[in-house]
């Protein structure tokens, strides 16, 4: 009989390995996936709106993917509990809504992106809010840096090299746009009957 520790570590694990696994697998197709999966607008506009959920799975090469998936570790190892089952699923499709909304509503110069930080950025905003709800010591040290960062970059532009490491433009209002749309999906997940999930 399996252990109730063990149904609930499987249920953490899921969403981010299923993730994982798309990005890996997008990442050997290299630039013909790139290309054809890649938000752009003007291919959007024209109907191929699987883009709007495909951009975020590809990435610019090899380095890009690297980091996006340390950033899905760290996002795991720090939220893990907040964001199991369905309610990590929730906050991701929020945030990736709000993330192509942002960019077809506010950007229309942006023709094209790739790359999963603003999902990441939305699913570490609902972590945090869950565990400033929890009353978790470090809750409030990690908000303070997470804004900060979202700060700079409204202000200043990338994190000094950031676009180094991920091989290309650090389009900043993605996170900014994916954490907008965590903290709403977390906030919603936190109403009794969305707890449940």
């Known amino acids: 009989m ?25 990442a050997f197709g290299g630039e ?13 506009l024209d109907g191929e709106v699987w883009r709007l959920v495909t951009g975020h799975f590809v990435h610019l090469g090899w380095s890009h993917t ?22 990590g699923l929730w906050v991701l499709l929020v945030s990736l809504a709000a993330i192509d909304a942002g960019f077809l509503l506010n950007e229309p110069e942006l023709e094209w992106y790739v790359g999963f930080s603003g999902a990441l950025h939305g699913l570490f905003a609902a972590g945090l809010l869950a565990s400033i ?4 010591p ?19 532009g990338a994190v000094p090299l950031t676009a180094l490491a991920a091989g290309g433009p650090v389009i900043e209002s993605a996170h900014l746009y994916g954490a907008v749309g965590g903290l709403c999906a977390g906030l919603l997940a936190m109403r009794p009957r969305m707890a449940r999930l």
Do not use: C
Request: proline share 2%; aromatic share 12%; charged share 20%.
């Open 138 to 156: 470090e809750a409030w040290l990690l908000a303070t840096l997470f804004v900060a960062k979202l700060g700079w970059e409204h202000w200043f």
């Open 32 to 44: 013909p996936a790139r290309l054809a999966w890649r938000y752009q607008r003007s291919a959007v």
């Open 66 to 87: 690297l980091l996006n998936l340390a950033g899905l570790a760290l996002v795991w190892t720090l939220f893990a509990s907040a964001l199991r089952g369905m309610r």
């Open 2 to 26: 399996r252990s109730r520790t063990f149904d609930i570590a499987r249920d953490a694990l899921i969403l981010p390995v299923a993730i994982a696994g798309l990005i890996v697998l997008a």
């Open 133 to 136: 709800h929890a009353r978790e």
